[in-house]
């Protein structure tokens, strides 16, 4: 018997766990990168979500975004009537957001690292928790001061599929199934390409229940 039975690896594919994806150029799949410090980043998460609940924010427009949001960081994203922006307090406390919890910061400097992107240091983790049924449509990441900076987000509980396009709305996209403890980081190249998320399917995740949580990390200051 041969590992030849196994068949050769997927090109541009890493089977190791954890493993790699190359999305395109600039943009990543680190697949279950954050596993290993999971519980950890899961008693963080609670702490943050405790002290900044998640909620509902609306988009310029006017309408209420089905998304829940917090931030943790020194700066929050948030959204409301007069447009989206990042704050250094949250609008429901008057407070500063939540501090980023050590576990959070390291992940995102490794994640980014291991993507290329050496020295990242992230100001803004935005929090979303899609119910099933929920979804963010194709946008860009374009309110942040250094587009030299990387995005990293963290996939946490039930799947859902990531698009990935290009850099204009209409560019074709790929669809990425994202699962606990993936890790998605675009920069360079594909900094500014648009992305979204489709509609969250049912279930009910072991850890975290019904939803999908993503950590989304940004240098925005
Ligand atoms: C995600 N979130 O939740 C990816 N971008 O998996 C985003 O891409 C995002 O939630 C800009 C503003 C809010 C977001
Ligand atoms: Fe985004």
Redesign the pocket.
């Known amino acids: 018997m041969t590992l030849d039975l196994f068949g050769p690896p997927e090109a541009g594919i890493d089977p190791t766990p954890p493993w790699r994806e190359d999305i395109a150029p600039g943009a990543v799949l680190l697949r279950r990168h954050a596993l290993a410090g999971m519980d950890e980043l899961l008693a963080a998460l609670a702490a943050v979500a405790a002290a900044a609940p998640f909620r509902c924010m609306v988009t310029p427009g006017g309408l209420a975004m089905s998304?829940g949001?917090t931030n943790c960081g020194a700066l929050g994203?948030v959204s409301d009537c007069h447009g989206?922006r990042y704050a250094p307090c949250d609008p429901d406390s008057g407070r500063p957001w939540p501090a980023m919890p050590p576990a959070f910061a390291r992940l995102a400097a490794e994640a980014a690292a291991a993507a290329g992107f050496a020295g990242f240091a992230a100001d803004a983790c935005?929090i979303?928790s899609?119910a099933p049924g929920t979804r963010?449509s194709l946008?860009q990441?374009k309110n942040e001061r250094d587009l030299r900076q990387p995005?990293v987000?963290v996939?946490l509980g039930l799947p859902?599929t990531?698009l990935f396009g290009g850099p204009r709305r209409e560019d074709r996209t790929t669809r990425h199934l994202?699962t606990h403890g993936d890790v998605?980081v675009w920069g360079g190249p594909a900094r500014l390409h648009f992305?979204?998320?489709l509609p969250v399917r049912e279930g009910d995740h072991p850890v975290l229940g019904p939803r999908r949580v993503?950590l989304?990390f940004r240098k925005a200051g």
């Open positions: 998304v949001m994203w989206y935005l979303n899609y963010l946008h990441d995005i987000t996939s859902a990531f994202l998605a992305h979204g998320v993503s989304t």
